[in-house]
């Protein structure tokens, strides 16, 4: 859902592409040699254009220990947005055609042994010609200038325990893969990237998957599994308020006492232009079966909901509300992950009815509750409907 001004005029992915069409005012690593010697953080990506034939590879650094560079889970509160975006740029990228299901193949057991490291890993790298370029997105971390691959070499890797483990266990699921290292503090980014190397599931399934996709789906396997325990637990008794801001992002946490719903938007006020772009979508107690046209935003902060919920032995709905001012730069979906992550670390501010919440909630949104409960459909049944579980 768009604001009316927009609607059938722009959408997220149009909107987005202008937007990161704006960011190429930042400096990336310069070459002047297609030889490369430096580590991977470690770091892969694989694209998704042509699949599924994918241009695939890893993400160099010329530091000897690149690893922060690669680890969102670290960069909130610590790094402000230059610093984010200055050592990105500093990434190249290697590139080399392959299909999705050569899991096996020399090249693709190179990304996977990146990937699976628990430390920076030397690589030398030989390239067609020198990198250039840089590459921003909502949906990934935006790196520096690439090249086609032509040879790599990468040190012996070591690969965390865990990790190693549900590598070699070709009868377990993939699915169950992400949910069991997660529940062993597996941090995300790094499932997400074995996931996208294709290291794990049974032998005969395993393929590549587009560091796009791989983000979105590990989410949504973490989300589901989540969000079946939430829909057993005991609805709260309160509304609950939790915030958090950083990177030119304000987020409100909306939690209501209430079957499991999620709803969640986004307002970018005067981002692109002095105009406000707002997106929201949202889904029932029973989910959703189409992909959300909020991207992969929308199912990062369902996850961190979902899980927080599944810890504290909780149910609720679930409303979100982001507005994005002037200075923001897109660099990935992490940043919605985080700052949800970090509302719910938060103390919540707690109401006893939904007419106090919202109050409060307009005192923080600098374009008002009204104006994004406008653009909202499940928030306005709550406190004026049955909850199912009245029935």
């Keep these: 859902m768009v604001h009316a001004l927009w609607k059938n005029v722009i959408g997220k992915k149009v909107f987005l592409q202008r937007l990161t069409a704006q960011q190429y005012q930042f400096k990336s690593l310069k070459l002047d040699s297609p030889r490369f010697e430096g580590s991977s953080p470690p770091s892969v990506f694989i694209g998704r254009e042509n699949y599924p ?56 057991q190179q990304l996977q042994d990146i990937a699976l490291s628990k430390q920076s890993l030397y690589t030398h790298a030989e390239f067609e010609k020198v990198p250039r370029g840089v590459t921003f997105s909502e949906d990934h971390q935006p790196f520096g200038p690439s090249a086609p691959l032509t040879n790599m070499e990468i040190e012996q890797a070591k690969w965390q325990h865990d990790m190693e483990k549900a590598f070699y266990d ?12 997660s529940q062993k503090d597996i941090p995300f980014t790094t499932i997400q990237k074995a996931l996208s190397v294709g290291a794990f599931g049974k032998t005969q399934n395993r393929k590549l ?27 709260i008794n309160e509304y609950r308020v939790y915030e958090s801001q950083g990177l030119h992002n304000y987020y409100s946490v909306l939690l209501t006492p209430t ?61 979100v509300f982001r507005e994005v001012y002037r200075g ?31 109050h409060y909630i307009d005192s923080k949104l600098k374009l008002g509750a009204a104006y994004h409960k406008n653009n909202m459909k499940l928030i306005s049944t709550i406190g004026t409907q049955k909850s199912l579980l009245d029935f």
């Excluded at 070709?170 to 290292?181: H, M, R, S």
């Design 170 to 181: 070709t009868d377990l699921l993939a699915n169950d893969a992400v949910i069991e290292l």
């Design 209 to 235: 998957v587009p560091t796009r996709w791989s983000i979105t789906a590990t989410d949504d396997i973490l989300g589901k599994q989540a969000m079946a325990d939430v829909r057993r637990n005991e609805v």
């Design 53 to 108: 034939k994918v241009a695939a590879g890893p993400m160099l650094a010329k530091e000897p220990d690149s690893f922060v560079y690669d680890a969102p889970e670290q960069w909130l509160g610590q790094y402000d947005k230059n610093a984010i975006i200055s050592f990105r740029l500093q990434l190249l990228r290697g590139m080399k055609s392959v299909d999705v299901h050569e899991a096996t193949s020399r090249f693709a």
């Design 259 to 319: 079957a499991w719903q999620y709803e969640a938007i986004e307002a970018f006020n005067n981002v692109l232009g002095n105009h406000t772009f707002t997106f929201s979508d949202a889904e029932s107690h029973f989910g959703r079966k189409q992909y959300s046209d909020m991207g992969g935003c929308y199912y990062a902060q369902r996850n961190i909901i979902a899980e927080r919920l599944k810890q504290q032995q909780e149910q609720a709905g679930a409303f």
């Design 328 to 358: 923001y730069t897109p660099t990935g979906v992490w940043v919605c992950r985080e700052l949800t992550r970090e509302a719910l670390k938060q103390e919540p501010k707690t109401f006893s009815t939904m007419s106090d919440a919202m």
